[in-house]
């Protein structure tokens, strides 16, 4: 019943920006400005949901300890078993993972999520979460990027519609 659910999410996402859903549903990425989203589908005992995979991009090589401490950090003090978190790929590309419960998710409300994570990659390439190099403290991540199970979707000037690639 899940993969059926997932199914029809994946449709109406795709019918609403316009997308091949067979695509999708097979793994391609969607892109959201210069932003590449995975969704998959949770297999084995997770298989009540759906996974969100948004690459936030490289590291540069001379803020890699202080980018990975931070990350860790946040990690630490928001992760909940059920709530997002950054990896990190072989390739050192940081993903910022979320998952999403099926039997409450919507095309629409999965769109918002989207959204919002593309928004959050772009500001992070922008200052790595480094209260240093945004020039003003952040303490917590709380401050910085929201728990997307539970923020509102995003709506503005820096939506952007997806694409496949």
Partial sequence: MSTKRFAEIIEGLCRIYGLDHARVLQGDSLILGEVRIAL?????????????????????????????????????????????????????????????????LTPEILGGYLSLAAIYAKRWREDFFLPEREGKARKTRANTLPDLNRQSPARGSERTEPKLE
């Fill in 40 to 104: 998959r589908y949770a297999e084995g005992q997770l298989s009540t949901l759906l996974m969100m995979y948004c690459d936030f991009g490289p590291v540069p090589k001379d803020l890699e300890a202080r980018v990975y401490r931070q990350l860790l950090e946040s990690n630490l003090t928001t992760y909940t078993g059920q709530s997002e978190t950054f990896c990190l790929t072989p390739e050192g590309r940081v993903v910022f993972v979320n998952n999403y419960l099926l039997d409450t």
